[in-house]
């Protein structure tokens, strides 16, 4: 079965870039869309975008221009890069499989990665 | 972007009791094929979220029986028949027809 495993550092310093990569294992890069999702300390879930194998994208507005999902298929891993960080991007970052709608709109994140806990702060 | 709103926010019930969650999108959750992309994820205390329905109310593997789905448009519901021990959790509901994907803001349950 398909299984995500997310590693990256958990502290980065305000007006960084914030890096991580998951990879993928169990699955074809092909099988799937690939996503991120965030959570707040103590707060909801919010969608960040998406890969696919081909390297299309998506991208939530709210993010989109601090933003860079990218795969590499031969290491079976994809990564996100948020730049221009401050502590409001501080939380609980998951990737995730997916698969999306003739509209493009993602609604699978069948199996999730750990999480991994990004705190900004000098 | 889409907004859905859950209900009640927090829930506390007796074990073997049943509990229901409900989630009301300000949009219609009917794609243009048809389908409604609407799921349900359980979030246990320290884990990662877990998807439980998909598509209104399809179960995944693994998913006990005792959790439902229904519902349409843009009200649903998410039944449990008999709630155990291992239910506590944050319980969210998610949409994938309008772009971007929006979650409710969860429903807490736990045990009375």
């Known amino acids: 079965q398909v299984q995500l495993q997310q590693s990256g550092p958990g502290l980065v310093t305000p007006s960084g870039t914030l890096s991580l990569t998951c990879t993928v294992s169990?699955?074809?890069?092909?099988?799937?869309?690939w996503s991120w999702i965030r959570q707040p300390p103590g707060k909801g879930l919010e969608y960040i975008g998406y890969?696919?194998?081909?390297?299309?994208?998506n991208y939530t507005p709210s993010l989109k221009s601090r933003l860079t999902i990218l795969v590499d298929t031969s290491k079976n891993q994809f990564s996100l890069k948020l730049s221009s960080v401050t502590a409001a991007d501080t939380a609980v970052y998951y990737c995730a499989t997916d698969v999306i709608t003739f509209g493009g709109v993602p609604y699978g994140m069948e199996v999730w990665g750990q999480g991994t806990t990004v705190t900004v702060s000098s | 972007d889409v907004v859905i709103t859950q209900s009640p926010l927090s829930l506390a019930v007796t074990l073997g009791q049943g509990a229901s969650i409900s989630c009301r999108s300000s949009?219609?959750?009917?794609?243009?094929?048809?389908?409604?992309?609407f799921n349900w994820f359980q979030q246990r205390p320290g884990q990662s979220p877990r998807r439980l329905i998909y598509?209104?109310?399809n179960r995944d593997s693994g998913v006990p029986d005792r959790f439902s789905g229904g519902g349409s448009g843009t009200h649903f519901t998410l039944k449990i028949s008999r709630v155990e021990a291992e239910d506590v959790g944050v319980y969210y509901c998610m949409q994938g027809v309008h772009w971007p994907p929006t979650f409710g803001q969860g429903t807490k349950v736990e045990i009375k």
């Open positions: 169990g699955a074809s890069m092909a099988s799937y869309y």
């Open positions: 890969v696919s194998y081909t390297g299309i994208t």
């Open positions: 949009h219609s959750l009917v794609d243009s094929d048809g389908n409604t992309y």
């Open positions: 598509k209104v109310s």
